[in-house]
């Protein structure tokens, strides 16, 4: 088990696919694996969500996904989603579509994890600004009145 200090930021990701798609597509699979190829996530959960027009949610788990592109995943995997954390990830989920789940986290910011510890500090809030809001902001605020 790690320390507090050995671990950076970790987010999820629910990622709906298009009405024709049920699984990671290539591309996707393959941009994951490059972020794991160089160092800056480890996947501790992945699989995917298929949420009938009824609403019922059927769980596909990492090891029936058949994407030789997530091998890299295979050796950080933590599968730490519990059936709750599922059941509450898939009301981002639309009835009738299928989406995968991704937790990472962020280890190219662990060593400020590891330093705010060596110093005595802690982080006490962590959170994420949603890319929309980012955008909307830049696209209303002209560079010069900042």
Known sequence: MQHQSELGPVDYLVVEFSDDRHEFDSALASSIAELIRRDVVRVLDLLVIVKSVAGEIDVIEFEELDQPELTP?????????????ITNLAMAVRPGATAGVIVWEHTAVVPVSDTTCEIGAQIVAQGRISAPAIIATLNADPPGER
Do not use: C
Request: net charge negative; glycine share 0%.
């Open 73 to 85: 995943v295979n050796r950080t995997l933590a599968e730490i989603l519990a059936f709750d954390d």
